[in-house]
Each structure stands twice: as C-alpha cells, then as structure tokens.
C-alpha cells in the first residue's frame, strides 16, 4: 500500500519561510508525477505545484515565484519550499502521486482527479 506522510507544516510571520516534506513508501518516485496542494478552510482544494517524470514543473499563479518543487530520488521524498509567506497562504497542504509517469514540460499543472495517493496534509499558517 502506498503512504505519503507530509510534515514540515508550521506557524510562521508573513515573510517568512518553511520547507514542506512529503516521504513516500512503497512506491519509488524517480519517475513519478506528483504534486502538492493545498486546502484552506472553505475552499476547494488546489493544486500548486506539480513536477513530472522528466523533472519539469508547473506552479500555480498565486505561489509562482515564491514555492520550489523539488524532489529527492534517493530518499523518496517531495519537497515543497516556501519563501516570502503570506496570509493567503494559510491551508492545510498536501502531496500526492498520480502513479503515473509524463514526459516533456507541456503537461499542465495537477488537478485532483489526476491523484491517486494522498497524504495527510501539513498545516500553515501565516500571520500577518
């Protein structure tokens, strides 16, 4: 059975900075297509940030410029880095997989329907 686990989730100042975890067991993610997401109370869940099998990534509009997606294929782990925090950007996120493997940098961002395994979510608030 595949497990994401998310950690990293935190309270910090607007401004700040955190870096998101996402271990993955039972499935090896080197060429995987995975993302990140995010909730916020009252609010659908959104995608963004995604990275395909071939490494390229998407972002969302409202995190562009500010969140890194990267991924760690020795350790089986997603990563998400955050800088400059805002309000906003308040939710719960959380990773997922697709089990699915898509090449080249044309793919578009993750919707949920595309995910397969989820993880718990994080949480992250950010003060103003």
């Known amino acids: 059975q595949v497990r994401l686990m998310e950690s990293g989730g935190d309270s910090v100042e607007a401004g700040g900075s955190l870096n998101l975890s996402c271990a993955v067991s039972?499935?090896?993610?080197?060429?995987?297509?995975m993302g990140w997401f995010r909730q916020a109370p009252g609010k659908e869940r959104e995608g963004i940030a995604s990275?395909?099998?071939?490494?390229?990534?998407k972002y969302a509009d409202s995190v562009k410029g500010r969140f890194l997606i990267s991924k760690d294929n020795a350790k089986n782990v997603l990563y998400l880095h955050m800088n400059n925090l805002q309000p906003e950007d308040t939710a719960m996120y959380y990773c997922?997989?697709?089990?699915?493997?898509?090449?080249?940098?044309?793919?578009?961002?993750?919707?949920?329907?595309?995910?397969?395994?989820w993880g718990q979510g994080t949480q992250v608030t950010v003060s103003s």
């Open positions: 039972d499935y090896m993610i080197n060429r995987a297509c």
């Open positions: 990275l395909v099998s071939t490494d390229h990534t």
């Open positions: 997922c997989t697709t089990r699915t493997e898509r090449y080249g940098s044309t793919w578009p961002l993750l919707h949920s329907e595309d995910c397969r395994d």
